[in-house]
T-cell receptor, first 116, second 113 residues
Framework: DAGITQSPRHKVTETGTPVTLRCHQTENHRYMYWYRQDPGHGLRLIHYSYGVKDTDKGEVSDGYSVSRSKTEDFLLTLESATSSQTSVYFC???????????????FGQGTRLTVV | GENVEQHPSTLSVQEGDSAVIKCTYSDSASNYFPWYKQELGKGPQLIID?????GEKKDQRIAVTLNKTAKHFSLHITETQPEDSAVYFCAASIKEYGNKLVFGAGTILRVKS
């Protein structure tokens, strides 16, 4: 596996509480992504980063924020968790943007978040 | 917004048979189409990809075809084996999202031995 570690791997939290998920990489890849995976929807991009302190929104960014203060860490924060944010969250990394020639994206093992 | 549709949602085949999964996309500017395999409890893993200047690509038992005019692409797995059982996702780079990947909903492939 590529050097990607997601933490925690499982979390149960209550509605209205803040939650932070961490993605840590040892590959020194510039690009990092947060996806959520839900039945019937595949993977949907939440936010991505193209460098330290450089982030942008994906297709389902409402209710989420991110930060990247170091190359190796990309944090996803749910400011006030809601039941609709119950999902499996995946971090991915790539050397170049996905559409660049020869670029492969490597995914972490996922974080299962349950909001009750 | 732009999207990617994937069919079928589940597919059962006998070991040794072929499996075909099809995807359509809406963004005519898309130029990168990867396929990912996800095994239980793991993250997706790239198995093959194709770019818009290529019509077909093959890697051992798997192949991908692309029809840019019709805006669809397909994954073909020949001589299926039990270890091919997994969830398969297609994806397309979508210009609306800065050429980031938009994924199909996934296909659960079961290979019966």
């Amino acid at each position: 596996d590529a050097g990607i570690t997601q933490s925690p791997r499982h979390k149960v939290t209550e509605t209205g509480t803040p939650v932070t998920l961490r993605c840590h990489q040892t590959e020194n890849h510039r690009y990092m992504y947060w996806y959520r995976q839900d039945p019937g929807h595949g993977l949907r991009l939440i936010h991505y980063s193209y460098g330290v302190k450089d982030t942008d929104k994906g297709e389902v960014s409402d209710g989420y924020s991110v930060s990247r203060s170091k190359t190796e860490d990309f944090l996803l924060t749910l400011e006030s968790a809601t039941s609709s944010q119950t999902s499996v969250y995946f971090c991915a990394i790539s050397v170049l943007p996905f559409d660049e020639s020869g670029t492969e994206a490597f995914f972490g093992q996922g974080t299962r978040l349950t909001v009750v | 917004g732009e999207n990617v549709e994937q069919h079928p949602s589940t597919l059962s085949v006998q070991e040794g048979d072929s499996a075909v999964i099809k995807c359509t996309y809406s963004d005519s500017a898309s130029n990168y189409f990867p396929w990912y395999k996800q095994e239980l409890g793991k993250g997706p893993q790239l198995i093959i990809d194709i770019r818009s200047n290529v019509g077909e690509k093959k890697d051992q038992r798997i192949a991908v075809t692309l029809n840019k005019t019709a805006k669809h692409f397909s994954l073909h797995i020949t001589e299926t084996q039990p270890e091919d059982s997994a969830v398969y996702f297609c994806a397309a780079s979508i210009k609306e999202y800065g050429n980031k990947l938009v994924f199909g909903a996934g296909t659960i492939l079961r290979v019966k031995s």
